[in-house]
């Protein structure tokens, strides 16, 4: 079945380092999702990506699918520590309505 | 307030006792979902449905059983559970059903962290 890997599983980093989570699929994904999960909460959703080799940016946070639609990052330039937690990407399976989380990097920040 | 409530938050049962998770949702979505997180382990869809309708089940053993009386309220009833079934119970719901041409996100209630003993 479908396997989305994220690299790396943790990474440590001092406040204005900048960090890169990268996801892996066994198969192309229509699209692509990343959610970030605060230690203790939910899941909430931060962005979709459609298109090979689509770039979107929200603020400090690049978001780049790759060519291929099978990979896809995140980075954060300057990471600050209101960026702690786990950031997951997810991939529609089946026939879409099912979402196959990746099995996130949990992102800490040391001042 | 993600505008998805679960219920309770913390439950600590026995394997023989019989419980039930809430999750209610006021965003008027008509696709609702339960997901489990164990610890190193990737979210695991356990259940969808939509309208009401069921329309995915993982593979979740029986004594997992869902239920979604209307498009607003989902609950997961659960019986003789073992101690791997520990984990934080997700809720979530969507606008519709997800699908590659649309748009659609998931919004996570908080959870139902659950311990076995």
């Known amino acids: 079945g479908q396997q989305v890997m994220q690299i790396p599983q943790y990474q440590h980093v001092q406040e204005g380092e900048d960090f890169t989570t990268y996801c892996n699929s066994s198969?192309?994904?229509?699209?692509i999702q990343w959610y970030k999960q605060r230690p203790g909460g939910h899941p909430v959703f931060l962005i979709q990506?459609?298109?090979?080799?689509e770039v979107k940016k929200q603020k400090r946070l690049t978001f780049q699918f790759g060519e291929a639609k099978k990979n896809s990052s995140l980075h954060i330039t300057a990471t600050q520590t209101t960026d702690v937690g786990t950031y997951f990407c997810?991939?529609?399976?089946?026939?879409?309505?099912?979402?196959?989380f990746g099995t996130g990097t949990q992102l800490k920040v040391e001042l | 307030e993600t505008g998805v409530t679960q219920t309770p938050r913390h439950l600590v049962m026995g394997m023989t006792n019989k419980k039930s998770l809430k999750c209610e949702q006021h965003?008027?979505?008509?696709?609702m979902y339960w997901y489990k997180q164990s610890a190193k382990k990737p979210l695991e869809l356990m259940f969808v449905?939509?309208?009401?309708?069921?329309?995915e089940n993982n593979s979740v053993p029986s004594r997992f059983s869902p239920e979604c009386p209307n498009s607003s309220h989902l609950f997961l009833h659960l019986h003789t559970l073992q101690p791997e079934d520990s984990a934080l119970y997700l809720c979530?719901?969507?606008?519709?059903?997800?699908?590659?041409?649309?748009?659609?996100?998931?919004?996570f209630g908080s959870g139902t962290q659950l311990s076995v003993l």
């Open positions: 979530a719901s969507s606008q519709g059903l997800l699908s590659p041409a649309t748009n659609e996100k998931l919004f």
């Open positions: 965003l008027g979505h008509n696709a």
């Open positions: 997810a991939g529609p399976r089946g026939g879409g309505n099912k979402l196959t």
């Open positions: 990506l459609v298109k090979s080799g």
């Open positions: 449905y939509s309208l009401e309708e069921r329309v």
């Open positions: 198969t192309t994904l229509s699209n």
